[in-house]
C-alpha cells in the first residue's frame, strides 16, 4: 500500500471480533471490511480505542494486522493504532504496522500524571524515526488525560514531516478544527471520530472525513459524499435522520457494546462479545435498541 495515497473521506473503525471463547476471531475480519469495501469507505481503522487494543496482548496484535491487511488488498486502506506508552514501544508498534503493509499508523500521546508539551513531542519524534508511512496524530484527552493545543497540533505537523493527519476527538470539535486549521495554515488533514455525533458540523468545517466505528458506514460515506457534491440538504437530511441511533451507540461507556450488538445483528461478527473489564450490555439496553431500530428507517439501500 502506498505511502502517499490519500486519506481523505471515511475509515470504519474496526471493533476486534471475539469468539464464544474470548479469543480473537480473525476469520470476521473478511465481513468487516466488506462491509467498508460495499459502502464506499477509503479505508479501514485497526486496533484503537474502538479495537480494544488496550485489552489485548502483544502476540495478539500481529495476526489482527495481518488478516486486515489481507482482506483489504489494495481497495481500501489501513491504519493501525499504534499508540503505547513510550516513544521506544510507539516506535516498535510503527515498524510492525509497516511491515505488515499498513497505509498509515495512528497514534495517541502516551499517558502522563503531569504531561507536558516537550515529553509529547519526544514521543511523536520517536515515530517520526522509523515511520515511512503517513501518522495521524489522535487527540483523545478523554483517555489519555493529554490535551493538544491547536498550536502544538501546528508544530508537530510542521516539524515531523509524516504528522500530516490529525483525528479529533476533542469535543467541541467543530470549533476545534477552525482553530486547527487556522496553526496548520489548513495542510493537515483532519478526521472526525465520536461515532459520528458530529460529523455533519466537522465535514462543514473543513474535516476531511471520519475515522469512527458507526455499525452503519454507508451513512457517514453518503453525508461525506453529498456535502462534497454541493447537496447540503440531502447531507443534513439523512443525517438528522440517523441522529438518534447514533446518539444511542454512542452511549458513554458502553457505546462499544452497543455497536458490537449491531453489527452482529447486522451479521458482521459472531458475536457482541466484549473483552472484560469492558461492559457488556444487559437485557434492557438490548430492548431499548430493539425500539430504536424498529421506529428508523434502516434500509440503506435508500441512501
Keep these: 500500500m502506498a505511502a502517499n495515497r490519500n486519506l481523505d473521506g471515511i475509515h470504519f473503525m474496526l471493533p476486534t471480533p471475539f469468539d464464544?471463547?474470548?479469543?480473537?476471531?480473525?476469520?470476521?475480519?473478511?465481513?468487516?471490511?466488506?462491509?467498508?469495501?460495499?459502502?464506499?469507505?477509503?479505508?479501514?481503522?485497526?486496533?484503537?480505542?474502538?479495537?480494544?487494543?488496550?485489552r489485548l496482548t502483544d502476540t495478539e496484535r500481529g495476526p489482527i494486522i495481518d488478516a486486515v491487511v489481507a482482506a483489504c488488498g489494495d481497495d481500501l486502506t489501513v491504519?493501525?493504532?499504534?499508540?503505547?506508552?513510550?516513544?521506544?514501544?510507539?516506535?516498535?508498534?510503527?515498524?510492525?504496522?509497516?511491515?505488515?503493509?499498513?497505509?498509515?499508523?495512528?497514534?495517541?500521546?502516551?499517558?502522563?500524571?503531569?504531561?507536558?508539551?516537550a515529553s509529547t513531542f519526544a514521543y511523536y519524534a520517536s515515530a517520526q524515526e522509523v515511520t515511512r508511512i503517513p501518522i495521524v496524530v489522535q487527540d483523545l484527552p478523554e483517555q489519555t488525560g493529554v490535551h493538544l493545543d491547536p498550536a502544538f497540533i501546528g508544530k508537530l505537523h510542521k516539524e515531523l514531516p509524516d504528522a500530516r493527519y490529525l483525528k479529533l476527538e476533542d469535543p467541541p470539535t467543530p470549533q476545534k478544527i477552525s482553530r486547527v486549521i487556522e496553526a496548520t495554515g489548513g495542510t493537515m488533514g483532519i478526521f472526525g471520530g465520536l461515532g459520528g455525533a458530529f460529523l455533519f458540523e466537522e465535514l462543514r468545517r473543513g474535516a476531511v472525513g471520519t475515522m469512527t466505528g458507526f455499525a452503519y458506514p454507508e451513512?457517514?460515506?453518503?453525508?461525506?459524499?453529498?456535502?462534497?457534491?454541493?447537496?447540503?440538504?440531502?447531507?443534513?437530511?439523512?443525517?438528522?435522520?440517523?441522529?438518534?441511533?447514533?446518539r444511542y451507540e454512542n452511549s458513554a461507556?458502553?457505546?462499544?457494546?452497543?455497536?458490537?450488538?449491531?453489527?452482529?445483528?447486522?451479521?458482521?461478527?459472531?458475536?457482541?462479545?466484549?473483552r472484560p473489564p469492558s461492559p457488556s450490555i444487559d437485557d434492557l439496553t438490548r430492548a431499548e435498541l430493539d425500539d430504536l431500530m424498529h421506529a428508523l428507517d434502516l434500509n440503506v439501500s435508500n441512501l
Design 253 to 274: 461507556g458502553i457505546g462499544l457494546a452497543i455497536r458490537k450488538e449491531i453489527m452482529k445483528r447486522r451479521g458482521l461478527v459472531e458475536t457482541a462479545d466484549v
Design 79 to 117: 491504519t493501525v493504532g499504534v499508540s503505547a506508552e513510550s516513544g521506544r514501544a510507539l516506535g516498535s508498534r510503527v515498524k510492525e504496522a509497516q511491515t505488515a503493509g499498513a497505509t498509515a499508523v495512528m497514534a495517541a500521546p502516551a499517558k502522563m500524571a503531569k504531561p507536558n508539551s
Design 20 to 54: 464464544s471463547n474470548g479469543e480473537v476471531d480473525t476469520s470476521s475480519f473478511a465481513r468487516l471490511v466488506n462491509c467498508a469495501r460495499n459502502a464506499g469507505c477509503t479505508g479501514v481503522v485497526t486496533l484503537g480505542v474502538m479495537g480494544e487494543a488496550h
Design 219 to 246: 451513512v457517514l460515506v453518503a453525508i461525506h459524499k453529498y456535502l462534497g457534491g454541493g447537496d447540503i440538504e440531502k447531507a443534513r437530511g439523512i443525517f438528522y435522520s440517523w441522529l438518534p441511533l447514533i
